[in-house]
């Protein structure tokens, strides 16, 4: 069974530092997507970054950059220059890629991240 | 930038009542899912439909939920007989790589 774990259910950041929010998953399968979204008080589910495990290269996406480990599923994110506006409940997702049809996530259960002016 | 929208953003019902919960997904997308976020918790999944049929669905997802694409525009879940424990907040989404969410239902049950 794919499972997603999330160990520091609180992070806080000073605004302009950077931080690091881990995330590992447990799977079988060789070939699957990883995703971090990210979710403000306002409780929408914002995409942040994605990661298909066959590309050995790090995804970024501006401030945001993952650290990818496959041997160890690990699948960390990396917030740089942080800003008030990065504060939120940040999700780590999984999902298989191979599987034909619809392809549900399977979610972390979440890290709040806090950012102090 | 196209987005899926969910309405309405807040539903309060009475314990046994029938609810119903709509979405309109992205116009080209072809997979959709609810997923369900109880207050606190991770986001979980329900239900995923594709080709006009569910493709998967959870153990959450039991006889009391169905799902539809009436009008090949909307999507809907439908609660049959709410329960307390059906309290949450319900998220709509669409495509596949990525799957891009709504702004979700706050679904309150008393």
């Known amino acids: 069974a794919q499972t997603v774990t999330q160990s520091q259910p609180e992070m806080s950041v000073q605004e302009a530092e950077t931080v690091t929010l881990s995330c590992t998953y447990d799977?079988?399968?060789?070939?699957?997507?990883l995703f971090w979204y990210k979710q403000p008080p306002s409780r929408q589910m914002i995409l942040v970054i994605r990661?298909?495990?066959?590309?050995?290269q790090n995804a970024t996406e501006n401030r945001f950059s993952v650290n990818f480990q496959k041997a160890a599923k690990s699948f960390s994110l990396k917030i740089s220059d942080s800003q008030l506006g990065d504060a939120a409940m940040y999700f780590c997702?999984?999902?298989?890629?191979?599987?034909?049809?619809?392809?549900?996530?399977?979610f972390g259960t979440g890290t709040r991240l806090t950012v102090i002016p | 930038e196209p987005e899926v929208t969910q309405t309405p953003s807040h539903q309060v019902t009475q314990m046994g009542q029938e609810v119903i919960l709509r979405c309109v997904p992205i116009?080209?997308?072809?997979?959709f899912y609810w997923y369900r976020q109880i207050l606190g918790q991770k986001v979980e999944f329900l239900v995923s439909?594709?080709?006009?049929?569910?493709?998967?669905k959870s153990e959450i997802f039991d006889d009391q939920f169905s799902v539809e694409r009436p009008d090949g525009s909307n999507f809907t879940l439908k609660i049959r007989s709410t329960k307390l424990e059906d309290s949450a907040m319900y998220f709509c989404?669409?495509?596949?790589?990525?799957?891009?969410f709504g702004d979700g239902t706050r679904l309150s049950i008393l």
């Open positions: 989404a669409s495509g596949d790589q990525p799957q891009h």
């Open positions: 799977t079988s399968e060789s070939d699957y997507y």
């Open positions: 990661q298909e495990a066959y590309k050995q």
């Open positions: 997702a999984y999902r298989i890629s191979y599987q034909t049809g619809a392809n549900n996530l399977f």
């Open positions: 116009s080209n997308h072809l997979y």
């Open positions: 439909f594709y080709n006009n049929e569910i493709s998967e």
